[in-house]
T-cell receptor, first 117, second 113 residues
């Protein structure tokens, strides 16, 4: 199984709603990532978890709250979002980098297309 | 801060034409370099990767890329494109072997049958 599964595929929410995005992988990867991709732009890193601990937060606003409950799951909790947060949210996973192999390739999910009204 | 530049945002080719997509990065230390591809309606997937060793890297579907350290470049090539190569191509750089991979703006390739 080389898939990263994201749910839901589409989400529409109001600015006062609370919602969560989910991501799951069963490849034994211990690094998991959230990226944000606006239309016609490259993916931008938001968060990285390594061994279920938050390793990188790219100065993301607190209305985005990540969670890694176990080695297979990654969540992104959303609260009080703004219309400019509308984007494709991508989850990815990889092996943890080593000095021998460097950074391993990222396996991406298909993303959640989020619209904030 | 590291950055990645892709020179062409849109490329249109006829089948059997040769392809070269430019990618330059800014980072002075050890880098891992990647090309990812996103076919219409599909998720991002790896085409090829450079970590160390032979600077000419071969990937899937006949693609290759050459790492030229002195030029901070990692250009993607394919001798003869097919209609099925229509996709968006992203160059990506990971500096120092950590978790942070930075993507270029992407190049949309359209191959005319």
């Amino acid at each position: 199984d080389t898939e990263v599964t994201q749910t839901p595929k589409h989400l529409v929410m109001g600015m006062t709603n609370k919602k969560s995005l989910k991501c799951e992988q069963h490849m034994g990867h211990r690094a998991m990532y959230w990226y944000k991709q606006k239309a016609k732009k490259p993916p931008e890193l938001m968060f990285v978890y390594s061994y279920e601990k938050l390793s990188i937060n790219e100065s993301v606003p607190s209305r985005f709250s990540p969670e890694c409950p176990n080695s297979s799951l990654l969540n992104l909790h959303l609260h009080a979002l703004q219309p400019e947060d509308s984007a494709l949210y991508l989850c990815a996973s990889s092996q943890v980098p080593t000095t021998q192999s460097g950074h391993e390739k990222l396996f991406f999910g298909s993303g959640t297309q989020l619209s904030v009204l | 801060a590291q950055s990645v530049s892709q020179h062409n945002h849109h490329v249109i080719l006829s089948e059997a034409a040769s392809l070269e997509l430019g990618c330059n990065y800014s980072y002075g230390g050890t880098v891992n370099l990647f090309w990812y591809v996103q076919y219409p309606g599909q998720h991002l997937q790896l085409l090829l990767k450079y970590f160390s060793g032979d600077p000419l890297v071969k990937g899937i579907k006949g693609f290759e890329a050459e790492f030229i350290k002195s030029k901070f470049s990692f250009n993607l090539r394919k001798p003869s494109v097919q209609w099925s190569d229509t996709a968006e191509y992203f160059c990506a750089v990971n500096a120092g072997g950590g978790f942070k991979t930075i993507f270029g703006a992407g190049t949309r390739l359209f191959v005319k049958a």
